[in-house]
């Protein structure tokens, strides 16, 4: 019996070694050497975070890379953070594949946030209007960006603007303008579709023209099926 018991053991072995032990192993290295890279830097992870194969990070300057625990970052995730910068990234949130972050001014992500692969994050645009100059000497126009807790990003989208709590973004999605919390958005540039939230709470695009709360509702509540 005993022996049946070891030989299962190690028929387990190897999954245990590739799928538990070995990348818990290899996130702490990755860990370790993002931090011995960048002493100039304010990196912080606030508790246990797994940083997955192709973790990256380009700080040069006294930028700051705040995180939450329990925070995945599953495969090729790159951050590239200016002089002064600050992304901060609330605990529990996930950023599967493939995924870019790109600030000059502040990125503050909240607690709980989904962001799905191929997805650009970023808190500012190229200028390109003086002609006198290339669009790449033009600099940026930047402002600060938050995404409100639970907000889900789904695949290949680019975010240029706030999201609020629980909001849900359609795949393909180009975000350049606020969308409110609870509303489903999607398109380009995104719009808001559909809205789950508390009555009364409806972007103004969903709301019936002229209409009252009740029809407000009404509408929402024949959308939601």
């Not at 018991?5 to 538990?20: F, T």
């Not at 909240?110 to 002609?131: A, I």
């Not at 995404?147 to 999605?173: H, L, M, P, Y």
Request: glycine share 12%.
């Amino acid at each position: 019996m005993r022996a049946r018991r070891g030989l299962s053991r190690l028929r387990l072995a190897p999954r245990k070694v590739g799928y538990v032990w070995g990348p818990r192993v290899m996130s702490w290295l990755r860990r370790r050497w993002v931090l011995l890279r960048h002493p100039h830097a304010t990196i912080v992870f606030q508790g246990p975070v797994y940083l997955g194969p192709g973790f990256s990070l380009h700080i040069p300057g006294p930028g700051e890379f705040i995180v939450g625990p329990g925070v995945e970052f599953r495969r090729n995730f790159r951050a590239e953070v200016a002089d002064g910068a600050r992304i901060t990234i609330g605990g529990g949130s996930v950023c599967t594949y493939d995924v870019l972050m790109q600030c000059g001014s502040s990125i503050e992500i909240g607690e709980r946030c989904m962001f799905g692969q191929s997805t650009l994050v970023v808190d500012g645009n190229h200028r390109f209007r003086d002609l006198s100059k290339p669009m790449l000497a033009q600099g940026y126009d930047l402002r600060p960006l938050k995404i409100e807790d639970d907000a889900t990003v789904t695949t290949k989208c680019t975010i240029i603007a706030g999201i609020g709590r629980r909001a849900f973004i359609g795949a393909n999605s180009v975000v350049v303008r606020p969308i409110p919390a609870f509303t489903v958005a999607a398109g380009v540039p995104a719009r808001p579709v559909d809205y789950f939230g508390p009555p009364g709470g409806e972007p103004e695009e969903l709301r019936s023209p002229g209409g009252s709360d009740a029809e407000a509702e009404a509408s929402r509540s024949e959308r939601s099926g």
